[in-house]
């Protein structure tokens, strides 16, 4: 069997990390082969709850947990990690924009990258989840400049899981049949959920969405809305943030960075944008993503109609903004 790898998740203590945890002991991510050494990174007033978290890994008894470091240190919990989870943030409540929480959380995202770029492998796969994710993540690269820019990266997943979840459901098939949906830009309301380039399996023919769904007015209005307003709506109804469905999709975008992705397949990914599609420059842009060999790439080329642009902009203009007061509140610190 392999040598275990080190892999953390912040936030250890919270409703995410509850979830996220036993996927991947489990070898939902890294393998079904692959030994684990977990960090469990949370802040001091949670270390009896932390205690607790390592209690209940242990009593699950997994065969591939070799090891669990709990600890309050970011230069511990980041040590010789390969990969790396970055749940740990304030969530929003009821009526609040995720941007909202950006004065309280960014600086989290500083000290983070400062102890990555100290102690973390440089080979190091940085996951993002913390609100708001695009600008975290950029401000934790920007604090991690011996790590490479492309290591870092923000969650878009469960977007593109809610939005292929939509279409499976409109469509009545099973999710498996469903793939290539684009989430373009910001973990935000101002995201563009695109089933332009989407393609569904209908009575055992592959075809594309825009035709199998035949209703422009629901992919351009009621889909879209639904997508953007869906972390909304979930708080509404849990008076919580979604965890179970974030932790499935931070595994789901972990692993496919991990492992590649299928032929002819793409998923999102907020990644450092390098201006494709007329998006900004120097932020962190969800782009459809192809993987080889752990590596990354935006998908190129794809056609683009006047209202998909119109949407780009609108969310490429929001993650300008977000940068801005993010190194503004950074500034005055
Ligand atoms: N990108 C996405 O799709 C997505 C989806 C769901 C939630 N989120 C975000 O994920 C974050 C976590 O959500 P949650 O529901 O698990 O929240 P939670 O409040 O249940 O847990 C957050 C945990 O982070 C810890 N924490 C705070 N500061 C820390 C620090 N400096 N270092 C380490 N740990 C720290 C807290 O003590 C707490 O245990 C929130 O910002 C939420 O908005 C993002
Ligand atoms: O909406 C939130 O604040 C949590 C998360 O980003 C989500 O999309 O569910």
């Given at each position: 069997m392999a040598e275990p790898i080190r892999v953390v998740v912040t936030g250890a203590a919270g409703q995410i990390a509850y979830s996220l945890l036993y996927m991947i002991a489990r070898g939902e991510v890294f393998g079904k082969?692959?030994?684990?050494?977990?960090?469990l990174l949370d802040i001091p007033p949670m270390v009896?709850?932390?205690?607790?978290?390592?209690?209940?890994?242990?009593?699950?008894?997994?065969?591939?947990?070799?090891?669990?470091?709990?600890t309050t240190d970011p230069l511990v919990g980041f040590k010789d990690v390969s990969a790396a989870f970055l749940v740990g943030a304030m969530p929003r409540k009821e009526g609040m924009?995720?941007?909202?929480?950006?004065?309280?959380?960014?600086?989290?995202?500083?000290?983070?990258?400062?102890?990555?770029?100290?102690?973390?492998k440089k080979e190091v796969k940085v996951l993002v989840v913390g609100n708001p994710a695009n600008t975290n993540a950029f401000v934790c690269a920007n604090y991690a400049p011996s790590i490479p820019?492309?290591?870092?990266?923000?969650?878009?997943?469960?977007?593109?899981?809610?939005?292929?979840?939509?279409?499976?459901?409109?469509?009545?098939?099973?999710?498996?049949?469903?793939?290539?949906?684009?989430?373009?830009?910001?973990?935000?309301?101002?995201?563009?959920p695109d089933a332009g380039q989407g393609k569904v399996l209908v009575n055992g023919q592959w075809k594309s969405i825009v035709e199998a769904v035949g209703d422009n007015a629901f992919l351009e209005g009621a889909f879209v809305e639904t997508v953007q307003k869906r972390g909304a709506a979930v708080i509404a109804a849990r008076k919580m943030s979604s965890a179970m469905s974030a932790a499935k999709a931070a595994c789901d975008h972990m692993h496919d960075w991990w492992n590649g992705t299928?032929?002819?397949?793409?998923?999102?990914?907020?990644?450092?944008?390098?201006?494709?599609?007329?998006?900004p420059k120097d932020v962190i842009f969800s782009f459809p993503v192809e993987i080889k060999n752990k590596q990354w790439k935006i998908v190129g080329n794809l056609p683009i109609s006047d209202f998909a642009k119109s949407k780009l902009i609108l969310t490429g203009n929001e993650l300008q903004e977000e940068k801005n007061e993010a190194l503004s509140v950074l500034d005055s610190n």
């Open positions: 082969d692959q030994p684990l050494i977990l960090h009896g709850v932390l205690e607790g978290v390592v209690m209940e890994l242990a009593d699950c008894a997994l065969p591939l947990l070799r090891q669990v470091v709990p924009e995720r941007k909202d929480l950006l004065s309280a959380n960014v600086k989290i995202f500083k000290v983070q990258g400062e102890a990555l770029d100290k102690v973390a820019r492309e290591n870092f990266s923000a969650m878009t997943r469960l977007d593109q899981n809610r939005a292929s979840a939509q279409i499976a459901t409109k469509m009545g098939v099973p999710i498996t049949s469903v793939n290539n949906i684009i989430i373009w830009g910001n973990h935000s309301s101002t995201q563009y299928a032929p002819g397949q793409f998923v999102s990914m907020g990644v450092f944008s390098d201006g494709s599609y007329g998006s």
